[in-house]
């Protein structure tokens, strides 16, 4: 069993920067491949950003703004948020896939995840 706890949400005007952090309980957090997905009100929860042994993947609307990031010795995956828009107004969520085999392509895919955090709220204001 996997917990997740995100923090690092908040209330910000657009263009300004925040991170998310999420730290994970267990201690195989290595192996795992990790991701961020948000849900904005009225909205399907949508991928953002994964991060496993191959690389790191961005959805189109962040590419380029946003950077996902592991630190293993912290137990801690990061998501770097810069140039933050209006439309990036939602709740994150941490996800981890406990399967290091995992295929790049399903990372973008919500029902690949099996540990899920309760998510923070990320506010941008023009």
């Known amino acids: 069993q996997v917990q997740l706890v995100e923090s690092g949400g908040g209330s910000v005007q657009s263009g300004d920067s925040l991170r998310l952090s999420c730290a994970a309980s267990?201690?195989?957090?290595?192996?795992?491949?990790m991701g961020w997905f948000r849900q904005a009100p009225g909205k399907e929860r949508e991928f953002v950003a994964a991060?496993?042994?191959?690389?790191?993947y961005y959805s189109d609307s962040v590419k380029g703004r946003f950077t996902i990031s592991r630190d293993n010795a912290k137990n801690t995956v990061y998501l770097q948020m810069n140039s933050l828009k209006p439309e990036d107004t939602a709740v994150y969520y941490c996800?981890?896939?406990?399967?290091?085999?995992?295929?790049?392509?399903?990372?973008?895919?919500?029902?690949?995840?099996?540990?899920w955090g309760q998510g923070t709220q990320v506010t941008v204001s023009s």
């Open positions: 267990g201690r195989t957090f290595s192996s795992y491949n």
């Open positions: 996800a981890a896939d406990s399967d290091w085999a995992t295929a790049t392509m399903l990372l973008r895919i919500r029902d690949t995840y099996d540990y």
């Open positions: 991060i496993n042994w191959r690389g790191t």
